[in-house]
């Protein structure tokens, strides 16, 4: 495909405005049509995409002639529906935000639309494209000598507000270690190479929204937590989260360790958050220290300006509208995050969420298996 790309939007929350922004980076692309059912919501969402049709529902979006991609961004609980809704109207390419579901009902609808779902759909795994992340992944191998040891540390801010506070409970989100950390276990399969076998973990809500209320219900998703992931290669991954640590220098450390030595990747949060001050926010770094010539060396990694101007992911959410639209052009032939990975991605959290809650190990392939009981 040559000439203009044509992109429909489902959903203009924060992060569907973040896409909005992105996309109007790319070259020889446009948003013809936007499905955003809150009026605020909409209303910013047209000062992005001024030339957008906004529509009432999916069904009126998907009659809109001038498309060629489609971009969900709608409540995590929304988008196995939305998908189906897709496949059974008009099945373009499409980018979907993470998670990909959020209940274990959800997978064998998931399983159904893999095998029948004609046209390429990427998940967005935003985190994969940071700066910072990317080259660490690049230079992992050559770096460690192979990963044995895999180390993710995120101390950040709480959850935004989201439209209707859909993000406060565990029933629309999937639970914390499935709306947040699917993105930190999709990184930990990606890095390793390998698939997961067994998650153990600890995890409580012990500071945030529990002074707050919906409808009578106070919010029980969790604000901390350890995950310890065991791989089939034999390397194992650890995951620390804390949602309570906005006052942290870089936001997300990520550690990989191998016989040859150690690379680490240091990413700063968004810069609207970084206090004025204390000045310019600090600028992403990868440090690769081996063990023979000891000394570590020190690279930083800057972001372009206007892509951190257009969201809080580091860039990394133009990177990834880079290679979908590759994609939606016919100028790559799969999408780099697939349907598979974002299913995996998914799992490990709720094998995280159950162990949580037990306080027993979980094997990741138990867990699928009870969406069938």
Known sequence: MSGMVSYGIIGCGMMGQEHLRNIALLADTRVSAIFEPDAEMARRAREFAPDAVFVSSIDAL???????CLVIVSPNFCHVAQMEEIRAKRPLPILVEKPL?????DLARIEVFKATYPAPVWVAMEYRYMPPVAALLQQAVEATGGIRMLSIREHRFPFLEKVGNWNRFNRYTGGTLVEKCCH???????ALKSEPVRVMASAAQSVNHLNETYDGETPDILDNGYVIVDFENGARALLELCMFAEGSRYQEEISAVGPSGKIEAFVP????????????PPVPQVIISPRS????????????PA?????DHNGST????????????????VPEVSLNDGQMAVLMGMAAQQSARTGQAVLVADVAGQSTK
């Open 307 to 311: 892509l951190l101007e257009a969201g």
């Open 293 to 304: 010539p000891r000394g570590p060396q020190v690279v930083d990694i800057p972001v372009d």
């Open 184 to 190: 930190f276990f999709d990184l930990m399969r990606f």
């Open 62 to 68: 998907l009659d809109v002639e001038d498309l060629d």
């Open 101 to 105: 579901f959020t209940d274990l009902e």
């Open 318 to 333: 133009f990177y990834q509208h880079e290679g979908f639209l590759q994609l939606v052009r016919g100028q790559k032939a």
């Open 269 to 280: 949060g968004p810069g609207r958050l970084w206090p004025e001050h204390l000045g310019e």
